[in-house]
């Protein structure tokens, strides 16, 4: 078991909050998996370890870890909810041809947002951040240009 696992499990023990073999198998594969995997994917890569889990043990175990804010659902336009575990602040860019999703970091965006609160008077509880493009693996290099 990974340590960001070990470190979330303890969070979660509280009474009426039992840790299943199926939960602890979806929190170990969000924390491993860097492809933002819907939940049908999930459920399909689980099921080769876990034969008896179901589609809707993975969707609620995914509901309850995004209640408790472990991971976060990803909604892009109008395809399937993707899931990532919950990491420091960052943003996507999103193929159109593929649909491959990769992270990056814009510390700039932060900034921004305090300007936003100071010039609106709103109190600022986040912001959405996405790019679409084509990845290199359905185009050409954007370096080669």
């Known amino acids: 078991m990974n340590v960001?696992?070990?470190?979330?499990?303890?969070l979660l023990r509280r009474p009426g909050i039992?840790?299943?073999q199926q939960r602890l198998a979806i929190m170990?594969?969000?924390?491993t998996s860097?492809?933002?995997?819907?939940a049908e994917e999930i459920y399909r890569e689980l099921n080769k370890k876990?034969?008896?889990?179901?589609?809707?043990?993975v969707y609620n175990n995914l509901n309850f870890l995004k209640e408790q804010g472990l991971i976060q659902e990803l909604i892009?336009?109008?395809s399937c909810s993707r899931y990532e575990w919950r990491t420091r602040p960052h943003y996507h860019v999103i193929c159109t041809e593929c649909g491959k999703i990769d992270d990056f970091e814009l510390p700039e965006l932060n900034r921004l947002e305090e300007a936003a609160q100071r010039e609106s008077n709103?109190?600022?509880?986040g912001h959405l951040f996405e790019l679409y493009g084509i990845c290199t693996d359905c185009g050409r290099d954007p370096l080669q240009s």
């Open 4 to 10: 960001v696992v070990e470190e979330s499990i303890s």
């Open 122 to 125: 709103f109190q600022i509880s």
């Open 76 to 78: 892009f336009g109008q």
């Open 50 to 57: 876990l034969p008896n889990i179901s589609n809707t043990t």
């Open 18 to 20: 039992r840790m299943t």
């Open 34 to 38: 860097n492809s933002h995997p819907t």
């Open 28 to 31: 170990e594969y969000l924390t």
